[in-house]
């Protein structure tokens, strides 16, 4: 346990640095929620005459910003492999589990920094705030793992960057829309409705919704439970097929 511990820190430490230098996509994931909820948000409030869209819309954002950040997790698998980083830490004694949890802790950790900074700003003009925190951090943590995890995934059976990006917009894009990030799922036709219900992300953004201005549209004991069994099967798989791609 101790040495898995310590190869988990290691790729941990590693993620922190890569994520560290990439300081524009940073900034393009803090200003990007932020300049959607004033040029759209508070103006599509406005018209439709509700001064909590913005709220709304943000919550939703968030969740957008942290699920297409956790996605990348996939991408940075790649890049190892291309890099030859994979092939000499290999030789290692190091437990391959690790390598997949420590991708998701250090998401997970950015994620985190990420929602607070954002929030923070759009707090100054909308009601976004810590209406329940401990049910945000618990949708936050959810969602990392099951989407970084589900990057990985992808990425066992792509060798190329193009083609990781191609597929995980084809996969994501549906998810996103069928959420209910940017309008409520009560809106939706009887059929986007029910595929709505069949998408782990609706849960997840449900919940964070909840967390960060009061407002949920299913029973949170579903939102957790849905959340829950999305991250551990994710990351259960990912692991899986992590090890069967090293072995192959």
């Known amino acids: ?57 943000g919550a939703g954002l968030l969740m957008l910003t942290i699920t297409s950040g956790a996605i990348g997790g996939g991408y940075t698998l790649i890049e190892d492999v291309q890099r030859g980083f994979l092939r000499s830490i290999l030789v290692a004694p190091i437990s391959r589990t690790s390598i997949v949890v420590g991708k998701i802790l250090a998401r997970l950790l950015l994620s985190l920094l990420l929602v607070i900074t954002v929030g923070t700003v759009l707090a100054f003009f909308t009601d976004i705030g810590l209406a329940h925190p401990l049910l945000s951090l618990g949708a936050l943590v959810a969602i990392t793992f099951g989407f970084v995890a589900l990057g ?38 009887r059929v986007t409705y029910l595929l709505a219900l069949l998408n782990p992300l609706t849960y997840g953004v449900d919940l964070f919704r909840y967390g960060t201005i009061g407002v949920h549209e299913l029973p949170l004991v579903a939102d957790g439970l849905v959340l829950l069994a999305f991250a551990v099967l994710m990351t259960a798989l990912a692991a899986r097929a992590f090890e069967r791609r090293l072995a192959g």
Do not use: N
């Not at 988990?8 to 929620?33: K, S």
């Not at 990425?155 to 597929?167: D, G, K, N, Q, Y």
């Open 152 to 189: 990985i995934l992808l990425a066992t059976s792509l060798r190329r960057t193009e083609s990781f990006r191609t597929v995980a917009v084809f996969v994501t894009l549906p998810l996103y829309l069928l959420s209910g990030m940017f309008f409520p799922i009560e809106t939706f036709p």
């Open 1 to 57: 346990m101790t040495a898995f511990v310590s190869d988990v820190m290691t790729i941990l430490r590693r993620e922190l640095l890569r994520y560290g230098r990439e300081r524009a996509f940073l900034l393009a994931q803090v200003l990007l929620p932020v300049l959607a909820v004033l040029l759209i948000g508070l103006p599509a409030g406005k018209l439709g005459q509700d001064p909590h869209y913005a709220s709304y819309l």
